[in-house]
T-cell receptor
Framework: ELKVEQNPLFLSMQEGKNYTIYCNYSTTSDRLYWYRQDPGKSLESLFV?????AVKQEGRLMASLDTKARLSTLHITAAVHDLSATYFCAANTGNQFYFGTGTSLTVIP | GAVVSQHPSWVICKSGTSVKIECRSLDFQATTMFWYRQFPKQSLMLMAT?????????EQGVEKDKFLINHASLTLSTLTVTSAHPEDSSFYIC????????????FGQGTRLTVV
């Protein structure tokens, strides 16, 4: 079974600072996904990473994928309060999706 | 992107009653739908996988007689929590995939179930 681990679990950072969330997975995966979840809400898709070396950016968030290291990162640049949420990575093999533990991010003014 | 609609968004029911949650893919045909349960501040826990026209595959530890899943069409799956108890209170999320293998999952809005 594919195992997905995220680090850190909780993160508190000041506005304007940069930080990276890490996502390791145990075996070969078809794709790597990043989601955002606000309190009481469902998951919002942020990025889908398809291949080794893939990099995608949207606003202050940038995701990358290293399939050889089985590692994906979500980099936050110059954090703002609106980015406070829980971020999940997920990997899939075929039709099975495996989620990381989530990273609860709080951006402090 | 593809839209998955989940209904209701929240529901409060009495112990012993049954509650049905619907998950619809609005603009695509969903070969497979997934049902997840999420406890506060935890990740998603897969409950079952359902394919249209066949019986759902339940994860270990999930009671299939308690959590009835029906995937009668390519656009609709339902989860019925039977004889609900307070410990069934949780956030339930469905997702759907369009094509078998190498595809993205689209999530419903989630249903907050409270059993009193």
């Amino acid at each position: 079974e594919l195992k997905v681990e995220q680090n850190p679990l909780f993160l508190s950072m000041q506005e304007g600072k940069n930080y990276t969330i890490y996502c390791n997975y145990s075996t070969t995966s078809d794709r790597l996904y990043w989601y955002r979840q606000d309190p009481g809400k469902s998951l919002e898709s942020l990025f889908v990473l398809l291949s080794n070396g893939a990099v995608k950016q949207e606003g202050r968030l940038m995701a990358s994928l290293d399939t050889k290291a089985r590692l994906s990162t979500l980099h936050i640049t110059a954090a703002v309060h609106d980015l406070s949420a829980t971020y999940f990575c997920a990997a899939n093999t075929g039709n099975q999706f495996y989620f990381g533990t989530g990273t609860s991010l709080t951006v402090i003014p | 992107g593809a839209v998955v609609s989940q209904h209701p968004s929240w529901v409060i029911c009495k112990s012993g009653t049954s509650v049905k949650i619907e998950c619809r893919s609005l603009d695509f045909q969903a070969t497979t739908m997934f049902w997840y349960r999420q406890f506060p501040k935890q990740s998603l826990m897969l409950m079952a996988t359902s394919n249209e026209g066949s019986k759902a595959t339940y994860e270990q530890g999930v009671e299939k007689d308690k959590f009835l899943i029906n995937h009668a069409s390519l656009t609709l799956s339902t989860l019925t929590v039977t004889s609900a108890h307070p410990e069934d209170s949780s956030f339930y999320i469905c997702s759907a995939t369009r094509v078998y293998g190498n595809t993205e999952a689209f999530f419903g809005q989630g249903t907050r179930l409270t059993v009193v």
